[in-house]
């Protein structure tokens, strides 16, 4: 028998883990994490069968322990190295999952398939492609950002000079959608990871007014007077979002505070029609709320006159108990799939004030995989693995039952400033004098920074580094597949000099 033979033999008597470690080795993060797996175990094996530690075992456990990193690093803690691969990999990763939101039993199983099919793909090409690997080292952009970004701006400039039916206009703005997705997405990422990459930095203050703790206090010194709510009642806000999101007061939690509108390829946070958004009643039920019997406008005196009306329409309150008890504001919390596409579905939760004008804050955990809250389980979720937890939080947002659009001086100004520091963002964030890329809903400086993702090169210097650790990923890939066969032949020689 040969040594080929032999090799197929080992391979066929390996343990599942070993298998699955094997045929995955070429592909990142997910070859590492199944590898590492399967190293772990057949360490904690072996010392339990000689009661001695397996060096041999333990050294070949190490050389795959810090995949595509370059030599440098390696003189560091393990941590970083580590958090960088999760990083790279989860940017790699599709922010738009096809039919996730299709409503069906096999529609968010069958959209995350469908996402890490595309994710493999695009981490194979992140590890082995030299310019793939020198773009990320000098600009922070993964290959899945590029490869979208030169689809989009392909499309949008080829639909110029074409006449569109609804239907391509509408396959043309779900991509403005998804490559600003996928780009604001990543955004949070890097703010999550420590990591605000610099070329990503020309859209600060676009969508994403800015990047602080979460708390209220951080909240409320970027929004100053815009809320409209007192400091109890903001506390109580925050209050509501903590739990919401199930929020642990041991971690470390950042929030971006969104805009609820830039563009239609940002997305419309400002729409709150659909009975979601309430909890399973509509705007005109709480216009019905504050409407006495002969249709006239009515606006309650107390707390307890709000909420028995509001409860008459069927509008079921957040925070009732404390509402009668502590005389909190009213707070009705709701859901929604919003056409953000970094943000997908939402919780909404909007303060209700006694004279008919409401106040509502869109907020969502930048999960990977999130199940909503019911009455019997808490919300429960996949967050990126090594990294601070993120809730967006946007702009507050105005609303009157009354259609009165009553405003205090004070929110009016902080809001006339929110909006002309937001024109003034934009404005500075321009790099071209082009106009917008035809029929993507970007906005300028968002067309502007699509444009440059798909014609960015990296330099000489970066691009060599990148054929250098490209080869060095080939090089780790052969040793990730080589420890699981070394093991199981030893393993299988052991077998024939016992037997």
Do not use: C
Not at 139 to 159: H, Y
Not at 407 to 425: F, G, T
Not at 428 to 448: C, E, M, V, W
């Amino acid at each position: 028998m040969g040594m080929f033979d032999d090799i197929l033999t080992s391979i066929s008597n390996m343990p599942t883990r070993d298998k699955v470690a094997l045929s995955t080795s070429f592909i990142p993060v997910v070859g590492d994490i199944t590898g590492g797996y399967a190293d772990a175990v057949n360490i904690a094996e072996e010392y339990n069968k000689t009661g001695e530690i397996p060096w041999t075992d333990v050294g070949l456990a190490l050389t795959g322990l810090l995949p595509f990193v370059p030599p440098a690093i390696l003189s560091r803690s393990i941590k970083e190295p580590v958090k960088g691969m999760f990083e790279k990999g989860l940017k790699n990763m599709p922010n738009y999952l096809p039919g996730y939101y299709g409503g069906k039993f096999y529609s968010q199983p069958a959209g995350v398939a469908a996402g890490a099919v595309e994710g493999f793909g695009n981490l194979l090409k992140q590890a082995y492609s030299p310019k793939a690997q020198a773009r990320y080292s000098e600009f922070g952009t993964s290959a899945k950002d590029i490869s979208l970004a030169q689809q989009a701006v392909k499309k949008f400039e080829k639909s110029a000079d074409q006449v569109l039916t609804d239907e391509a206009k509408k396959k043309l703005s779900d991509m403005g959608k998804k490559v600003m997705g996928q780009i604001n997405y990543n955004r949070l990422l890097s703010d999550q990871y420590g990591n605000r990459e610099t070329i990503y930095r020309a859209l600060d203050g676009i969508d994403q007014i800015d990047f602080v703790d979460f708390s209220a206090k951080d909240y409320n010194k970027l929004m100053k007077a815009a809320t409209g709510l007192e400091k109890k009642s903001m506390d109580t806000v925050f209050r509501a979002i903590s739990q919401i999101q199930n929020v642990k007061p041991e971690e470390v939690y950042r929030m971006a505070i969104r805009r609820p509108y830039t563009g239609q390829a940002g997305g419309n946070l400002r729409n709150l029609t659909g009975s979601e958004v309430f909890g399973g009643k509509s705007l005109g039920d709480l216009r019905n709320a504050f409407k006495s019997p002969d249709g006239k406008n009515k606006i309650f005196k107390t707390n307890k006159e709000l909420v028995e009306s509001l409860e008459n329409q069927g509008i079921k309150i957040y925070n009732k108990e404390k509402v009668l008890k502590n005389n909190d504001i009213v707070l009705i919390q709701g859901s929604k799939k919003t056409d953000a596409y970094e943000l997908g579905g939402v919780n909404y939760l909007t303060a209700v004030k006694k004279d008919g004008t409401m106040v509502t804050f869109v907020n969502d955990s930048n999960d990977l995989l999130g199940i909503p809250a019911t009455r019997i389980t808490k919300k429960m979720e996949l967050n990126a693995p090594m990294a601070n937890k993120m809730i967006s939080v946007s702009q507050p947002i105005h609303y009157d039952l009354l259609n009165r659009s009553r405003r205090s001086d004070a929110v009016s100004a902080a809001l006339d400033n929110l909006n002309a520091e937001s024109q003034i963002i934009r404005s500075k964030a321009r790099t071209t004098n082009l106009p917008s890329l035809p029929n993507s809903g970007l906005n300028l400086p968002q067309s502007d920074f699509v444009r440059r993702l798909a014609s960015l090169e990296p330099s000489t210097a970066h691009l060599i580094k990148g054929y250098a650790r490209a080869l060095g990923n080939v090089g780790l890939t052969g040793v990730r597949s080589t420890k699981t066969i070394e093991r199981s032949m030893r393993d299988d020689t052991y077998q024939e000099i016992y037997e």
